[in-house]
């Protein structure tokens, strides 16, 4: 059992940066990917990026390259999404997201069993 609780989240002018951490409690969080998703208001959930259990495999959506940053730390039980250069079309609720499955990360959020509560980010312009 996997349980994560999602903290960094606020209120930034566009340009600007936030560092979103997740949280995570169970025995075999070092088994798990990672990833993170958002979802802004009347649209659907989606993929912002994923990371492996060892950290070695990372998948970032289109939006997100050159601008977000993966990672996770182990020992820590905890994996953190560094945006900088944030648009207001970043302002969603991100959610960090854990899997049991093998393999690389997918982008699809079904791939994902375990979840967050959610953090808000608000980027103005």
């Known amino acids: 059992q996997v349980q994560m609780v999602e903290s960094g989240g606020g209120l930034v002018q566009a340009g600007g940066s936030l560092r979103l951490s997740c949280a995570a409690s169970g025995r075999t969080f070092s088994n798990y990917a990672m990833g993170w998703f958002r979802q802004a208001p009347g649209k659907e959930r989606e993929f912002v990026a994923a990371i492996s259990w060892n950290g070695l495999s990372i998948t970032l959506a289109d939006s997100a390259k050159g601008r977000f940053a993966i990672s996770r730390d182990n020992a820590k039980i905890a994996v953190y999404l560094q945006m900088n250069s944030l648009k207001p079309e970043d302002t969603a609720t991100y959610y960090c997201?854990?899997?049991?499955?093998?393999?690389?990360?997918?982008?699809?959020?079904?791939?994902?069993?375990?979840w967050g509560q959610g953090t808000q980010v608000t980027v103005s312009s």
């Open positions: 997201a854990a899997s049991s499955l093998g393999g690389s990360p997918e982008q699809s959020p079904y791939w994902y069993g375990y």
